[in-house]
């Protein structure tokens, strides 16, 4: 049964938009602290009550506002994580878990639940002050799960653990989606821990959806220069959008990157959205991007030839290590005044060194354009 929802709002703050979520997907709400996470999450749960919203699971619809229904939050069949864990802190753990179920059967249900989420048994008698952060969190999910909720609803709940707890967590909630087939909504600040639980995100800014798609496909196409920024896109770039030319290959336009004598005009994939004239942010994904040869790509020119691969001689300026990979910031030398960052393994990095020259090759046919203005519309789908 999958979840659909779409929220209208203005008090007592914006939340506007619409996403979905599919029987077994897990969905990531991403963006800047106040962007309505936790608040779209709370109206999904009934803890929060929408001007105008529409909250359906399958066939169940828990919220209608134009036919007047709301289920309150104790008649939805939903689990949720809380960030701070919300366990009783007089009951130990198995009675935590136990507390939402009712019957004989009570104790052995919480007993088995608490087992799968690997809670060793003679943790069960323990208080949550008995408990570390992790062992905790592990109640905090059994409890969530032991009703067997049509949705489960996470809100940030890796983020009072440390790292090394953080890593098992996340390959416990792995484990448990083989055999969870409900949707799940995550809410979390942190994207690399985005990108590797979530099938998809949501990106939101000031309460409103922006675009929800796959981690990859967002960063092929943000939906415009919020976006991009939110998701991290170190790449990104303002130009002018000259729109099509006679000369080009169809589907193509002509970009202008920087100005004066030192402007670039970049032959880029067109999907015919934006009026010619009109200032536009545009994006190049790290897989457009490489260190190649001099004689491997065209040199940057006043006007590239189509979607070809765009050489453009830089400075290394600093090389960062970041764990097994190593983050370079590069400054062009020709052309408009701008830098790049690229991710290069330490074999590739070995040879390189501050100061030094390379040519980098760009990709046109994944440069992405996109309007600067966000607008306050609803989701746009990337899927």
């Not at 709002?9 to 077994?24: V, W």
């Not at 208080?127 to 009703?147: D, M, T």
């Not at 090394?164 to 821990?193: C, F, G, K, S, W």
Request: net charge neutral; with cysteine; charged share 20%.
């Amino acid at each position: 049964m999958s979840l659909h929802v779409t929220i209208d709002q203005t008090r007592p703050m914006r939340l506007a938009g619409s996403f979905q979520c599919a029987p077994g997907q897990l969905v990531a709400l991403v963006g800047p602290s106040g962007a309505g996470k936790t608040s779209l999450l709370r109206g999904i749960a009934g803890l929060m009550k929408p001007q105008h919203a529409r909250i359906s699971v399958g066939s169940a619809c828990w919220c209608d506002t134009a036919q007047g229904l709301w289920v309150p939050p104790q008649q939805r069949n939903v689990g949720l994580v809380f960030q701070d864990y919300a366990l009783m802190p007089h009951m130990n753990a198995l009675d935590n878990v136990a507390l939402p179920l009712r019957g004989p059967e009570r104790l052995h249900r919480a007993r088995e639940m608490l087992r799968r989420v690997g809670l060793a048994p003679e943790h069960l008698q323990r208080r949550p002050a008995q408990l570390s952060g992790g062992q905790q969190q592990r109640v905090a999910v059994a409890r969530a799960l032991v009703r067997e909720p049509a949705v489960l609803l996470l809100d940030e709940p890796f983020s009072a653990v440390d790292q090394m707890n953080r890593q098992t967590l996340y390959a416990l909630l792995a484990e448990l989606r083989e055999d969870i087939a409900v949707p799940m909504v995550l809410v979390t600040h942190d994207l690399n821990e985005a990108r590797l639980l979530a099938d998809e995100l949501v990106v939101m800014a000031e309460g409103v959806v922006l675009q929800q798609g796959r981690a990859d496909a967002i960063h092929r196409a943000p939906r415009n220069a919020r976006v991009a920024d939110i998701v991290g896109m170190a790449n990104r770039f303002d130009g002018v959008w000259l729109g099509p030319d006679a000369n080009s290959t169809a589907g193509t336009g002509w970009l202008r990157w920087g100005n004066g004598d030192a402007a670039l005009n970049l032959t880029v994939r067109d999907k015919g959205r934006i009026e010619p004239g009109q200032s536009v942010a545009w994006v190049v994904p790290g897989e457009g991007l490489r260190l190649c040869d001099e004689t491997a790509a065209e040199p940057a020119t006043a006007n590239a030839a189509p979607l070809n691969s765009l050489g453009l001689p830089v400075r290394v300026v600093t090389l960062r290590h970041l764990g097994d990979v190593w983050l370079l910031r590069l400054q062009c030398l020709d052309g408009p005044q701008a830098s790049f960052q690229i991710m290069l393994t330490g074999p590739q990095v070995r040879p390189l060194g501050p100061g030094q020259v390379l040519q980098l090759c760009m990709d046109l046919s994944m440069v992405h354009i996109m309007p600067i203005k966000t607008g306050a519309g609803a989701l746009a789908s990337t899927s």
